[in-house]
């Protein structure tokens, strides 16, 4: 009798304890079941939202409320008090597929910057180069000490310097908490008298600070794939018929002709994108990282991705490679306009003259007008060859340079001027003639020949090659070293 007490005292004690464990574990399959079970939802996605049928999306009686299974509205990003403008110079050749190719000009970027583009000789070193710049204007309510994110990209490209130094790819450049001030630092970079930056820091837009580093702008230098889509050719009664062979539009394009030192001018106010070719997609402003989560505000995916990969670290992807030098020729569905450069010889300064009205009126800041405007005096009027500007379309440079800035502003203003060189239909009878000077008996013609063949650099290198078959022992050699030097990469050097 006794062990028979014992086990059903046993019985019971194992009961009390098994039975609440199988509850839980029946409760938790049931739960996964309904998870299961429930039906899919059909996608909806590229659809029209349906209104709801009547009691759907409500709590029924009796049944209480339950959670929304919705997605979560993602709040509007912060408004900042302040509006950001920029401008940015491109200098092209039809030659050439990189816009501001490092061997396109050399560089007046102080030391400090560290640019990689071969340094100007001392005697051009405080002149203005093509560049972009990056201003922050206050606006009502503006407070000191307000923060601000700044993020510039090249998806197609490198950057080749910038000022201050952010946090640098080749490909991005962030300047990131940086504080806005009226208010002047103590103290910012020493610059050699006369230089160009000095000129810059002389406008009412705000001050940029971080730590030690103080600037009232943001500077970059690019080289950006962008093949020029522009072609020109001979039209009648001595006008240029220019084609835009691209998928933009092309603004206020120019055509500079030099003539006795002096300079003729004549333009169109807009051609038109060629028809037929895939429009340009600009690059979501918000530039959001690969691989970030829906509802997750640009700036702090950014930050994000830039914990995981490392800003400049291991896995930045390298510049996209040109792709093959663009044809003279016009495309199937290029737009076209006849341009006459009949308006009277000026001097630089009024032969450029409606280009700084333009830029006036486009609200860049007093003190960037004058630089822009010697950057075009040096790149754009050639003394011996016709040159074409004009404004790159607002979508084509979203495409080309995605910004973002954070908070929002109020206003945002960019202007992309694109100077075309080396297009003179002309060009290529000159070449003839220079090479032709190569077998001059003058030492000295000889070598401002080759001084002015390497100055055209790339538009000069089929006609080269073709001197190599030449029997003339002098020219087959200073062609060789024309070509050589074209394909020998330089490396930044310092002023002297």
């Known amino acids: 009798m006794a062990t028979k007490r014992e086990t059903s005292r046993f019985v019971t004690l194992l009961?009390?304890?098994?039975?609440?464990?199988?509850?839980?574990?029946?409760?938790?399959?049931?739960?996964?079941?309904?998870?299961?079970?429930?039906?899919?939802?059909?996608?909806?996605?590229?659809?029209?939202?349906?209104?709801?049928?009547?009691?759907?999306?409500?709590?029924?009686?009796?049944?209480?409320?339950?959670?929304?299974?919705?997605?979560?509205k993602v709040p509007a990003p912060p408004q900042g008090a302040y509006d950001v403008i920029e401008w940015v110079v491109l200098v092209c050749d039809p030659n050439?597929?990189?816009?501001?190719?490092?061997?396109?000009?050399?560089?007046?970027?102080?030391?400090?910057?560290?640019?990689r583009r071969p340094a100007?000789?001392?005697?051009?070193?405080?002149?203005?180069?093509?560049?972009?710049?990056?201003r922050v204007v206050a606006g009502a309510g503006a407070a000191d000490g307000e923060k601000v994110d700044v993020l510039v990209q090249c998806p197609s490209g490198r950057f080749l310097g910038t000022w201050?130094?952010?946090?640098?790819?080749p490909d991005r450049q962030l300047w990131e908490a940086y504080e806005l001030s009226a208010q002047p630092p103590q103290a910012l970079k020493e610059l050699v008298p006369g230089h160009w930056f000095g000129a810059l820091r002389e406008t009412a837009s705000l001050y940029l600070r971080r730590a030690r580093a103080a600037e009232r702008f943001l500077?970059?230098?690019?080289?950006?794939?962008?093949?020029?889509?522009?072609?020109?050719?001979?039209?009648?009664?001595?006008?240029?018929?220019?084609?835009?062979?691209g998928p933009s539009p092309l603004h206020d394009v120019t055509v500079f002709k030099p003539q006795d030192g002096r300079w003729r001018s004549g333009g169109v106010e807009v051609m038109p994108a060629a028809r037929g070719v895939a429009p340009a997609t600009a690059t979501a402003p918000a530039t959001m990282p690969a691989?970030?989560?829906?509802?997750?505000?640009?700036?702090?995916?950014?930050?994000?991705?830039?914990?995981?990969t490392g800003v400049g670290g291991p896995g930045v992807p390298a510049p996209a490679a040109p792709a093959t030098v663009p044809s003279t020729q016009p495309v199937a569905g290029a737009s076209f306009a006849a341009v006459s450069a009949d308006s009277p010889a000026a001097e630089p300064a009024a032969a450029l003259a409606a280009w700084g009205k333009r830029l006036e009126?486009?609200?860049?800041?007093?003190?960037d007008v004058p630089q822009i405007l010697r950057i075009l005096e040096?790149?754009?009027?050639?003394?011996?060859?016709?040159?074409?500007?004009?404004?790159?379309?607002?979508?084509?440079?979203?495409?080309?340079?995605?910004?973002?800035?954070?908070?929002?502003?109020?206003?945002?203003?960019?202007?992309?001027?694109?100077?075309?060189?080396n297009i003179d239909p002309a060009v290529g009878d000159e070449i003839d003639q220079l090479i032709a000077q190569l077998a001059n008996p003058s030492w000295e013609e000889r070598e401002a020949a080759s001084k002015q063949l390497a100055d055209l650099g790339p538009a000069a290198r089929p006609k080269l090659q073709a001197a190599l078959k030449q029997k003339d022992v002098e020219v087959v050699w200073r062609a060789e070293r024309l070509l050589q030097a074209l394909e020998t990469p330089t490396s930044p050097q310092r002023r002297r």
Do not use: W
Not at 120 to 134: D, K, M, W, Y
Not at 291 to 299: D, I, T, Y
Not at 361 to 367: I, Q, T
């Open 164 to 169: 201050p130094k952010g946090k640098g790819r």
């Open 219 to 245: 500077l970059y230098d690019v080289e950006v794939n962008y093949a020029l889509p522009l072609r020109v050719s001979v039209g009648d009664k001595g006008a240029y018929q220019l084609s835009n062979n």
């Open 15 to 72: 009961a009390l304890v098994l039975v609440p464990c199988l509850l839980t574990t029946r409760a938790a399959a049931q739960g996964r079941d309904l998870i299961v079970e429930a039906p899919a939802q059909p996608s909806t996605r590229g659809q029209p939202a349906k209104a709801p049928q009547a009691g759907q999306g409500r709590p029924q009686p009796g049944q209480g409320a339950r959670p929304s299974t919705a997605a979560q």
């Open 96 to 115: 050439q597929t990189a816009a501001n190719a490092e061997r396109m000009f050399q560089s007046t970027l102080p030391e400090f910057v560290g640019a």
């Open 291 to 308: 691989g970030a989560r829906p509802g997750v505000p640009a700036e702090i995916a950014v930050r994000m991705a830039q914990r995981r």
């Open 378 to 421: 040096k790149h754009a009027l050639d003394k011996r060859r016709m040159t074409v500007v004009y404004r790159l379309d607002p979508a084509e440079l979203d495409r080309l340079l995605p910004l973002e800035v954070t908070p929002t502003p109020r206003k945002t203003v960019r202007v992309g001027i694109v100077v075309a060189r």
């Open 120 to 134: 100007a000789p001392a005697e051009s070193a405080t002149l203005p180069s093509p560049a972009g710049v990056i």
């Open 361 to 367: 009126s486009m609200g860049l800041a007093a003190a």
